[in-house]
């Protein structure tokens, strides 16, 4: 059984930074898409970004390309994003899931792991 678990979310002032972790245990990290997904008060959770088992492929949505950073360190077995320039509309808890021996993905349904989330808010 993987168990995923993020840390680094926190409140920052719009413009700001934070970098959010994603720890895996019990599987075989380096084989596995990992994506990053959010969900705001009363939306739907939505993909935030997704990279390869090699780190070599990386998709972002459109509201995040230029701000966000996807990576991962397959040696730690942990999965990183990087968040710059942060908006209050980033405002969001944030999931990272891994998708067992698949390509990456937008779609949240085909992921088999998710960890339990980490509340990002940004301030205006």
């Not at 895996?24 to 990290?29: E, I, K, L, R």
């Not at 949505?61 to 908006?87: E, F, P």
Request: charged share 15%; aromatic share 12%; net charge positive.
């Amino acid at each position: 059984q993987v168990q995923l678990v993020e840390s680094g979310g926190g409140l920052v002032q719009a413009g700001g930074s934070l970098r959010l972790s994603c720890a895996a245990s019990g599987g075989t990290f380096s084989t596995y898409a990992m994506g990053w997904f959010r969900q705001a008060p009363g939306k739907e959770r939505e993909f935030v970004a997704a990279i390869s088992w090699s780190g070599l492929s990386k998709y972002y949505t459109d509201s995040v390309k230029g701000r966000l950073t996807i990576s991962r360190d397959n040696a730690n077995n942990t999965a990183y994003l990087q968040m710059n320039s942060l908006k209050p509309e980033d405002t969001a808890v944030y999931y990272c899931a891994a998708r067992m021996g698949g390509a990456i993905s937008t779609m949240p349904q085909v992921y088999d792991y998710w960890g339990q989330g980490t509340q990002v808010t940004v301030s205006s």
